[in-house]
């Protein structure tokens, strides 16, 4: 059964940083591409950042130049790297491999406030 397992999510106050993991239990996790979404209740789940299978990144406007999605096809793992954290990216964050199928992770909170 193919799984995503995220990490990495917390407190921190605003101007600081987390990074996320997330791993997928999926021997051909090289040819996914995986993105990572998240949601605040009441509003639709938003991409946050994505990364194809040849590496080419793409992100919401509202985290440009904050955000950095990179992979490790090696440890089937996904990262974003979020800095300069701001109270408005406070959501659950989420992780989605695609390729054929589609999965997704159970999430990761990331609560930013002082």
């Known amino acids: 059964q193919v799984q995503l397992v995220e990490s990495g999510g917390g407190l921190v106050q605003p101007g600081g940083s987390l990074r996320l993991s997330c791993v997928l239990s999926?021997?051909?996790?090289?040819?996914?591409?995986m993105s990572w979404h998240r949601q605040t209740p009441g509003k639709e789940r938003e991409l946050v950042a994505a990364?194809?299978?040849?590496?080419?990144?793409n992100y919401a406007d509202s985290v440009k130049g904050r955000f950095t999605i990179s992979r490790d096809n090696v440890k089937n793992t996904v990262y974003l790297q979020m800095n300069s954290l701001k109270p408005e990216d406070t959501a659950r964050y989420y992780c989605k491999a695609r390729w054929f199928m589609e999965y997704w992770g159970q999430g990761t909170q990331v609560t930013v406030s002082s």
């Open positions: 990364i194809s299978a040849g590496g080419t990144t």
């Open positions: 999926e021997i051909n996790f090289r040819w996914y591409t």
